[in-house]
């Protein structure tokens, strides 16, 4: 079309990078896109990085700027044109850009239901003089035809021409100017067709299944076609993105050199199983995360990242070549080859998973030798330990065993658990998430055997263990020693048989010494038992007495376990009802009675209570 291949007001070729070739001192490619030598700051693109501007309308002001093409003044003050580089000062901060070249963004609404061509030969035709259109395309979402100039004396022009430019039957042409840093760069469906065939059949090879995207941007064939590649900007990438994935999925060799990326977020979505090779020489690539965008192509062996600035020498980290290796690795394993450097192998591990069997779950760990010892020495040891004083376990510990105790708080259960109160306890407890003091830790863990039993005979409340609820686990049997846990639950009856129940787990170290096994480490952790371990718990039964007639003390006790003034045939027809009213069979319905004094109504709402928490086992209702 004739409107593209106008000469350009300087006589020199433009594209829709804001910064030409002839802008550049140093690198052509390197320093695209900047008017001086600061960094292209290195960020995961957000959705306003293809939003050069707010589009206005062009019929408040006579210009577009606050410059015309042959002055330099802008809002009184005088712009230097020299190219020498200057330092910038942080209340001049906006003078920095005046060097750089400028843009305007032509916005037309109703060039999409016009025709594309249509509005721009009318527009060469009316205008007075010639300009040079930059990437021209239809918005997919407004339908609004959009192109860039890089001349104010263009942009004053088309902004006269608004609404005085009539198309045939269609009435006049709303034409919006605004000012931008840079052209953005969008591909509508017939600049997206055109870009597609050149690229499938020019750029890719068939037979090498090689794909050649590098210096998009210098390419003239797509400037003849209106397209100036920028594979710096986001919305770009992601139409290039698309058009690889569609059509040329089989590339196994991929290059983009010196194309001015800056990142590599939007590749991220680059699906090539097949991809072998991919150079970004010759770019702007900065950070090493950049590359974990492209950890999805498994295949990939061999990168080159060479002219970047994250190689370079000059790289303010000054990363060693060994470092600069292992980070990439890190990044993407699979690689082998970086540039002209070979990756060395990553060590590993041969397994061979077929010979690998894990072992079935148990519900405890007890070794096949040490059970008889551990039933006995656990039964002996709760036996002594449950009897009021607790003199006999004297001969249990070593001269020089240690013992702690941490009380766990029930805050943060995911369980329900009773709100019992531990007492003067409490403090004796080394519970290290909340002592942090070390003096007091050194003080709470107690050393040696008169120390250790002075503390659990006189500090300790008087317990009733439940042999049924233990759960005991071998964690080590060597050098003559066995450590293993004891899980369970024991109630404390210093004030009677319905004192709180707690839920334990007492880690021993034992010892064989010349004197027997002896317990020369002694740990335990409690916390409050839920409201199903309590309602499972097997109530403590009295000692009986030696003499035929119980003792007062004893008649009292049994009255309060049998229930207050209840003989056995009226203690039987209240089981027999709350078994049958709470379905729960005949052991639970006792056992419910009882936790409450045989008080049926307490009983009832207890129940009724543990039902709606889900409390209450499921065994509870299984009836023989």
Same mark, same amino acid.
């Given at each position: 079309m004739s409107y593209r291949n106008y000469p350009s007001r300087e006589g020199g070729r433009h594209h829709t990078d804001p910064t030409s070739s002839r802008f550049n001192t140093k690198s052509k490619y390197h320093q695209r896109g900047r008017g001086t030598n600061r960094p292209v700051p290195n960020r995961r693109p957000t959705a306003g990085d293809d939003l050069?501007? /707010?589009?206005?309308?062009?019929?408040?002001?006579?210009?577009?700027?606050?410059? @015309?093409?042959?002055?330099?003044s802008i809002r009184g003050r005088i712009v230097s044109r020299s190219h020498a580089p200057q330092q910038i000062h942080p209340s001049r901060m906006n003078d920095r850009d005046h060097n750089q070249p400028r843009w305007w963004r032509i916005s037309i609404p109703q060039a999409g239901a016009i025709g594309k061509e249509r509005v721009m030969s009318t527009l060469k035709v009316n205008c007075l003089r010639q300009f040079q259109p930059y990437h021209y395309f239809i918005d997919r979402d407004t339908n609004t035809g959009v192109f860039f100039v890089n001349s104010q004396q263009d942009a004053d022009m088309l902004k006269r021409a608004n609404r005085k430019i009539e198309v045939q039957n269609l009435g006049t042409l709303n034409i919006m100017v605004s000012q931008t840093s840079s052209p953005v760069p969008l591909l509508d469906e017939d600049l997206r067709r055109h870009f597609r065939d050149y690229i499938c059949n020019r750029r890719f090879n068939a037979q090498t299944f090689q794909l050649n995207l590098s210096n998009l941007v210098d390419d003239e064939e797509l400037s003849a076609l209106g397209i100036y590649p920028q594979l710096n900007k986001q919305a770009f990438v992601r139409d290039v993105v698309d058009i690889i994935n569609k059509n040329l999925h089989?590339?196994?060799?991929?290059?983009?050199?010196?194309?001015?990326?800056?990142?590599?977020?939007?590749? #991220?979505?680059?699906?090539?199983?097949?991809?072998?090779?991919? &150079?970004?020489?010759?770019?702007?690539?900065?950070?090493?995360?950049?590359?974990?965008?492209?950890?999805?192509?498994?295949?990939?062996?061999?990168?080159?990242?060479? @002219?970047?600035?994250?190689? &370079?020498?000059?790289?303010?980290?000054?990363? &060693? #070549?060994?470092?600069?290796?292992?980070?990439?690795?890190?990044?993407?394993?699979q690689l082998k080859r970086v540039d002209d450097i070979d990756l060395p192998t990553k060590i590993g591990f041969g397994v061979d998973n077929a010979i690998i069997h894990l072992p079935k779950t148990a519900p405890h760990c007890v070794p096949q030798e040490m059970q008889t010892f551990l039933a006995k020495f656990i039964d002996e040891y709760y036996r002594l330990f449950d009897t009021r004083g607790r003199s006999e376990l004297h001969a249990c510990y070593h001269d020089s065993?240690?013992?702690?105790?941490?009380?766990?708080?029930?805050?943060?259960?995911?369980? !329900?658990?009773?709100?019992?109160?531990?007492? !003067?306890?409490?403090?004796?407890?080394?519970?290290?998430?909340? /002592?942090? @003091?070390?003096?007091? #830790?050194?003080i709470l863990l107690r050393h040696g055997k008169t120390d250790v039993l002075d503390f659990l005979r006189i500090k300790f409340p008087?317990?009733?263990? @439940?042999?049924?609820?233990?759960?005991?686990?071998?964690?080590?049997?060597?050098?003559?020693?066995?450590?293993?846990?004891?899980?369970?639950?024991?109630?404390?009856?210093?004030?009677?048989?319905?004192?709180?129940?707690? $839920?334990?787990?007492?880690?021993?170290?034992?010892?064989?010494?010349? $004197?027997?096994?002896?317990?020369?480490?002694?740990? /335990?952790?409690?916390?409050?038992?839920?409201?199903?371990?309590?309602?499972?718990?097997?109530?403590?039964?009295?000692?009986?007495?030696? &003499?035929?007639?119980?003792?007062?003390? $004893? $008649?009292?006790?049994?009255?309060?376990?049998?229930? !207050?003034?209840?003989?056995?045939?009226?203690?039987?027809?209240?089981?027999?009802?709350?078994?049958?009213?709470?379905?729960m069979n005949i052991e639970y319905s006792k056992l419910c009675l009882a936790e409450n004094d045989w008080n049926y109504e307490k009983a009832a709402q207890k129940f009724q209570e543990c039902q709606k928490m889900n409390l209450i086992p499921p065994e509870a209702f299984t009836k023989p």
């Open positions: 050069d501007g /707010i589009t206005v309308s062009i019929g408040r002001n006579l210009t577009t700027g606050g410059i @015309d093409s042959q002055g330099s089989m590339t196994r060799q991929l290059d983009l050199g010196s194309n001015n990326i800056s990142n590599l977020y939007e590749f #991220r979505n680059l699906q090539l199983n097949n991809l072998e090779q991919l &150079s970004l020489a010759s770019n702007q690539l900065r950070a090493f995360e950049e590359l974990v965008h492209l950890k999805q192509l498994t295949h990939l062996t061999h990168l080159f990242l060479k @002219d970047n600035p994250l190689t &370079s020498s000059n790289n303010k980290r000054s990363v &060693s #070549r060994n470092d600069l290796i292992s980070t990439i690795q890190q990044k993407l394993p065993c240690m013992f702690s105790l941490c009380i766990a708080p029930t805050e943060s259960s995911i369980v !329900p658990t009773k709100s019992y109160k531990y007492g !003067p306890l409490i403090y004796d407890s080394r519970n290290l998430k909340k /002592i942090f @003091d070390d003096n007091k #830790r050194a008087l317990t009733k263990h @439940d042999g049924k609820s233990f759960h005991v686990d071998v964690f080590s049997t060597a050098n003559n020693r066995a450590i293993f846990t004891v899980n369970g639950l024991y109630r404390e009856i210093d004030q009677g048989i319905n004192g709180p129940v707690r $839920s334990f787990q007492r880690t021993f170290t034992c010892s064989q010494t010349s $004197s027997g096994v002896l317990i020369v480490a002694d740990h /335990i952790m409690i916390i409050n038992a839920t409201d199903s371990q309590v309602l499972n718990m097997t109530r403590p039964t009295p000692p009986a007495s030696s &003499s035929t007639e119980p003792s007062s003390s $004893s $008649s009292r006790t049994m009255e309060s376990q049998n229930g !207050p003034g209840l003989s056995i045939e009226m203690q039987t027809q209240m089981i027999q009802k709350f078994s049958q009213q709470s379905g």
